[in-house]
């Protein structure tokens, strides 16, 4: 019986391969792939001719018994269009059910576009929260980070290119005080480090392009603390008071911090409590 080799492949720059990889895709009968032609690219640079079939999240359970039929007689890879298999791609669902299905899985390492970002952050990684891509609901995708971000760890998490402003906007609204590194187009000829405030990234990124991983981490004074009860009167007063008045969250919340010397974080879950 053989082996389901899950491999790490580039997340951008071919040369970023293990040896070990690329005579794992040599030696294998079948290399399933999230996506075939992505996954030619890297075979035809390699002048690696074993035959493909694709493999993604939207056929995998389909694929599954091919999959195991191959692995009677011989071993097989599965890898996703760049970087490692079940990191925010499709492979845990492929791993799970040939396991359950009595076959081996070995795991051949690679590149990952969170360390990659992680380590160029400058922020302190041993310990983080990933979260893939976030919802897209602004209540959901804020209170998630809200949740991560109160452990006072970096939060990673991917973003579209098209949906990248409306993010940041978003994030300024909660968490003006942290600081943000934004990696875009990682190892490839464009790539590109942002760190700063997120108001700096809001103004620098105007209409970015390419694949975009996202680490927030925020500053000590944007966690939440317990208010006094004569403190949390007077925000509730003027969060009714400028409600009241029709002013926009964004620019209450901004003129109740100044006035009362209270974090906009706090100030932002009683706005949307009251």
Not at 75 to 80: E, K, L, N, R, S
Not at 91 to 102: M, N, P, Y
Request: proline letters at 4%.
């Amino acid at each position: 019986m053989g082996i389901l080799y899950m491999i790490g492949t580039p997340i951008g720059n071919l040369s970023d391969i293990t040896i070990r990889a690329l005579d794992i895709l040599k030696s294998v009968q079948l290399i399933a792939c999230e996506d075939t032609r992505v996954t030619r690219k890297l075979l035809n640079h390699y002048d690696i001719p074993t035959k493909t079939i694709s493999c993604n999240s939207h056929n995998w359970a389909s694929r599954i018994h091919k999959l195991s039929k191959e692995l009677d007689s011989g071993d097989i890879a599965y890898v996703t269009d760049a970087g490692m298999p079940s990191i925010s791609d499709p492979g845990w669902e492929i791993t799970s059910a040939l396991r359950d299905l009595g076959h081996t899985i070995e795991v051949i390492p690679g590149v990952s576009s969170v360390t990659t970002a992680l380590t160029i952050s400058g922020f302190d990684a041993s310990k983080f929260s990933f979260l893939g891509f976030l919802p897209r609901k602004e209540n959901e995708s804020m209170d998630l980070l809200s949740e991560h971000c109160q452990l006072g760890n970096p939060v990673v998490f991917f973003e579209s290119p098209y949906r990248l402003s409306k993010t940041l906007t978003r994030i300024e609204t909660r968490f003006a005080e942290a600081r943000i590194t934004i990696c875009r187009e990682l190892t490839k000829y464009y790539e590109e480090i942002f760190n700063g405030t997120v108001q700096e990234a809001i103004n620098h990124f105007s209409d970015p392009k390419g694949e975009i991983v996202i680490i927030l981490h925020p500053q000590e004074e944007t966690l939440d603390s317990k208010l006094d009860e004569r403190t949390l009167e007077a925000l509730h007063a003027e969060i009714a008071r400028m409600k009241l008045e029709g002013i926009k969250s964004k620019e209450a919340i901004s003129e109740i911090s100044q006035k009362l010397k209270i974090r906009r974080n706090t100030i932002y879950q009683e706005w949307i409590n009251s």
